[in-house]
């Protein structure tokens, strides 16, 4: 159970659900208990369960604010679990401001980010996993990220853990049982089974932890720097990932002077790739600031692509770009060097041409597999940093239920820890002050 059980919310809430802005269609969204009450307020009837009914809906002096289709969810099966009550109406601004005031002066309360999907947790609709699911699905930056994220919101995500944490009981299960019978002689076969049964349960949280660690990049996205000397080709490589002129090329030293930017996707990672500007000593002092910021960019970098001029004489793949959590060696324009060879200290480089597009497949496969994508594709869950971390912790007590085997009450308590630990990624333990700021991130009306 959650560590500090909140009590049920008494009071009725309202919010537009809809994006800011004209559109055909705008809906208003309550829920509560008082919804048949304010219903009586705002419309000539509730609507009968579950169907679309076409009705005037009014303000507090009776005026016509507009004709719309009205549903009516009854509790518990609804999205909350309470009375949900939704008003689809034109969509614009002033008609759903006009509405949504009519509900405010009927007697709800404008709700507050995330409110919906939390009540819906609160009420036993969605677990936490699922909850924040809604929110990834709505901000997916790719088909495969909305792919994911709706494969955690029908419980995939949550199915893995649950068997994980089924593991564990039962291993706690017989471990407890022995402690409280330690005059059988059961303790060799209990064991070699315990052992065993540890083995599998840390195999499968470690199967579980790669996807996510997997789903993570499609939910955050990998940022990627391009570094290097000037003239080295950094821009023209960035507009090739990109497929589009980008940025400006030209035969100039230094005329990248700021970070530049790009969303791209690679096989539906997304991915914000970073041209800046060119490494070296300058006194311009625009092009100065221009190279402290390529540091400031590098050192945030998922994986830094050190950038060189394979035509050139003087590659030097020990210059200072540093490793970040990943670095490759890129060695560009080997059209004007087909013969050219890595050095040795860059066995594992990349040759590309940025002119011809000769690597560049090579380049991208090298950029997800640095970032950790094996293509797990459909079977990756879109986890959160807090579900990773959670996992952690729970490999870690698993870890040390392995170095325990022969001590039961350590061994024992080594599982309750690795079990809480993975209940946090559902929910059934956590603070009030995580789901305040994990709801808090939703958008109002969701």
Known sequence: ????????????????????????????????????????????ALPAPRHAALMRVRDAGGETLDEAIVLHLPAPRSYTGEHVLEIHAHGGPVVLQGILQACLDAGA?????????????????L?????EAVADLIDAASREAAR????????????????LSAQLVELRALTEAML?????DVDALHHDDARARLARTRHALEEVRSRSREGALLRSGIQVVLAGRPNVGKSSLLNRLAGAERAIVTPIPGTTRDALREAILIEGVPLIVVDTAGLRATCDEVERLGVERAHAEMAQADIVLAVHDASAPQVDP?????????RIDVYNKIDLAPDFLPPPAAAAAVLVSAKTGAG??????GILEAAGWAGHGEGVFLARERHLRAMSDAAHHLDAAAQQISHWELFAEELRLAQHSLSAVTGEYVADDLLGEIFSRFCIGK
């Open 180 to 184: 409280d019978f330690p005059e059988e």
């Open 1 to 44: 159970m959650r560590d500090a059980e909140p009590a049920p919310a008494p009071d009725t809430i309202a919010a537009i659900a809809t994006p800011t802005g004209r559109g055909a269609l705008g809906i208003v969204r309550l829920t509560g208990p008082a919804i048949p009450v304010l219903a009586r307020r705002l419309l000539p």
């Open 109 to 125: 309360r404008l709700a507050e980010p995330g409110e919906f999907t939390r009540r819906a947790f609160l009420n036993g609709r």
């Open 318 to 326: 020990t210059e200072s770009i540093p490793r970040a959590p990943a």
């Open 148 to 163: 994911s994220a709706l494969r955690s919101l029908q419980g995939d995500f949550s199915s893995a853990i649950g068997e």
């Open 127 to 131: 677990d936490l996993a699922q909850a």
């Open 360 to 365: 560049l497949d090579r380049l991208r496969r």
